[in-house]
């Protein structure tokens, strides 16, 4: 079964403008981790950020930022004030439990693509 | 700091050919991993390692192996390759289990 699921496969965004990108996660385990990281056109794999199943706030870095809902199993980034270096492949990914040796297990991707 | 280093960044291999795909880290880590992303597609795990002489089977580990004598290098084996492992390859470390992995750069491998 899927674990991590992204329903966007791809879309537009006018500069200066906020998006949000979808993420679903499926686990059972009470102790987990959630990320989010950039892979631009060049194809390297760029960290943004982290939400902890156990922090109480969500995690901001910058103009990302992470709408956790637990119950709902959602992890959305919310990017604010689109830039065009925004343009990219966006993968969201999930340890599963304080035994997974930090092992991920990643979504298929959200496309963004700003437009000036 | 270098990071995580890959190389080649690119190769084109032969069906029934080996090769291994060199992983070196600068900074310390314990755990390192290997993915493969194919085409329009997530990362999935190869082999993963928690520390030098250690290491265990991901996702995906079916014509790969690796090894882990220095903390430092995880190199990833692909014996005779096959379309099927055409692919960009990642290797990223951390320094525990619930760190961030940070990634190299990639290797793209064609089998032909």
């Known amino acids: 079964a899927q674990k991590i699921t992204q329903t966007q496969p791809g879309m537009f965004v006018q500069e200066k403008e906020a998006v949000t990108l979808d993420c679903t996660y499926d686990?059972?385990?009470?102790?987990?981790?959630l990320f989010w990281y950039k892979q631009p056109s060049s194809g390297e794999m760029i960290f943004l950020i982290y939400?902890?199943?156990?922090?109480?706030q969500n995690a901001t870095e910058g103009r990302y930022s992470l709408n956790f809902q637990k119950a709902r199993k959602s992890a959305n980034l919310v990017i604010s004030a689109s830039q065009l270096g925004d343009s990219a492949m966006y993968f969201c990914a999930m340890r599963e439990g304080l035994g997974s040796w930090g092992k991920l297990q990643f979504g298929a991707g959200t496309q963004v693509v700003v437009t000036p | 700091n270098a990071g995580v280093t890959q190389t080649p960044k690119f190769r084109i291999l032969k069906i029934g050919q080996s090769m291994t795909l060199q992983c070196t880290q600068d900074m310390n880590h314990n755990y390192m991993y290997w993915y493969r992303q194919d085409p329009g597609m997530g990362l999935k795990l190869i082999y993963y390692s928690v520390g030098a002489g250690i290491t265990d089977k991901g996702e995906v580990p079916n014509g790969y192996n690796v090894s882990r004598s220095t903390t430092e290098d995880f190199p990833l084996r692909l014996e005779l390759a096959a379309p099927s492992q055409t692919s960009v390859y990642f290797c990223?470390?951390?320094?525990?289990?619930?760190?961030?992995?940070?990634f190299g750069s990639g290797t793209q491998l064609s089998v032909l």
């Open positions: 686990t059972s385990d009470p102790s987990y981790g």
């Open positions: 939400q902890g199943s156990y922090d109480q």
């Open positions: 990223a470390s951390s320094y525990s289990g619930t760190a961030p992995p940070l």
